[in-house]
């Protein structure tokens, strides 16, 4: 079945640092992924859509200078977040669109200190 | 008009018994209703999924009915497991202009699913 690497799933940052999180299609291209905030015991929160080749979308509220979304190529969307912040700490889900379906990676945690 | 209301919050349930988890939405444009189960620390899985067109999928222990009027699905669970213990999201999508494929998901809030062996 399709299968969604996402690397790394833990990272702990110093306050001011970037952070980057790969979101891998292993066996599939996928020309849409799209990147999830989830706080504990909520929903996930769709933070942008990126569409391999050009510009993500971003969802409202969501500050593209800070979290920053490169998808070069048919397997691989990158998502980076600048200049981190404690409020910053939370779990990043992407997802890889494949025809009808969606694929999710296994989530990244990340702390920012 | 682009929510999917869940409820409930978080169930328990007995081993053995059925678990029943419901959605409602608004959108009449929403055109494939999956369900997705989260463990802790993962990323969603997807467990069964329906389109409007059936009133009813079945996979396994998971069934969906769906009642398109109402504007409702369900996910019932039978023989529930302490295995099955984790959080169940509903979600729902458009079809894209052109039809080939689906938009972006939107998510019920989750329901926290608790079965005691």
């Known amino acids: 079945g399709a299968v969604v690497s996402q690397h790394p799933s833990r990272v702990i940052c110093k306050s001011g640092t970037s952070v980057k999180i790969e979101c891998r299609s292993l066996?599939?291209?996928?020309?849409?992924m799209f990147w999830y905030r989830q706080f504990p015991k909520q929903s996930l929160m769709l933070m942008a859509t990126s569409n391999e080749g050009s510009k993500a979308t971003y969802e409202q509220g969501v500050e593209k200078d800070k979290f920053l979304i490169n998808h070069a190529s048919l397997t691989l969307s990158t998502l980076t977040v600048t200049s981190a912040h404690p409020e910053d700490s939370s779990f990043y889900i992407c997802?890889?669109?494949?025809?009808?379906?969606?694929?999710f990676g296994s989530g990244t945690r990340l702390t920012v200190v | 008009q682009q929510q999917v209301k869940q409820s409930p919050q978080s169930l328990i349930v007995q081993k053995g018994g059925i678990s029943i988890i419901n959605c409602a939405y608004e959108?009449?444009?929403?055109?494939?209703f999956p369900w997705y189960q989260q463990f802790p620390g993962k990323g969603p899985a997807l467990l069964i999924a329906?389109?409007?067109?059936?009133s009813e999928k079945k996979e396994g222990r998971f069934t969906i009915s769906f009642n398109k009027s109402a504007k409702q699905f369900s996910l019932h669970i039978m023989d529930s497991q302490p295995g099955d213990s984790a959080t169940y999201f509903c979600?729902?999508?458009?079809?894209?202009?052109?039809?080939?494929?689906?938009?972006?998901?939107?998510f019920g809030q989750g329901t926290i699913l608790t079965v005691h062996p």
């Open positions: 997802s890889a669109k494949q025809g009808y379906g969606y694929t």
């Open positions: 329906i389109r409007p067109d059936v």
């Open positions: 066996d599939f291209q996928a020309t849409t």
């Open positions: 979600a729902a999508s458009i079809r894209t202009s052109g039809g080939t494929s689906y938009g972006k998901l939107t």
């Open positions: 959108n009449t444009a929403f055109d494939y």
